[in-house]
């Protein structure tokens, strides 16, 4: 059984003394090289936000969020009174409450 395992192995190492260097072909490593560069490199292509459809449709967009507003604004201005502007700005900031100045004529 020993010698069995013996002449497999002793076959197996045999096997092995005629074996040689392996060679490439001439210039191989430059055409593998210039494969490699080949692939490697990013095709030349445009971004899909510099694409005319893109960008014709984004223009739309904006165009049409401006108009919606000076229309909606133009009509709110039609709507309302004649406002004193420094009124207006007095009743924004709650700046109407002279409360501050009576308590201070009280004492």
Do not use: C, H
């Not at 490593?29 to 030349?44: G, H, I, N, Q, W």
């Not at 694409?51 to 967009?61: E, G, H, N, Q």
């Amino acid at each position: 059984m020993k010698t069995d395992y013996n002449k497999k192995a002793d076959e197996i190492l045999s096997s092995l003394d005629n074996i040689q260097k392996a060679v490439a072909p001439d210039f191989f490593y430059t055409r593998l090289r210039a494969r490699m560069e080949k692939e490697s490199e990013v095709p030349a292509t445009r971004p899909w936000v510099l694409r005319p459809v893109y960008t014709f449709a984004a223009l739309l967009i904006v165009l049409l969020v401006n108009a919606f507003v000076l229309f909606r604004e133009n009509g709110a201005k039609q709507t309302t009174t004649a406002v004193d502007p420094m009124q207006s700005i007095a009743a924004e900031y709650n700046l109407n409450d002279n409360s501050l100045y009576d308590i201070a004529q009280d004492k």
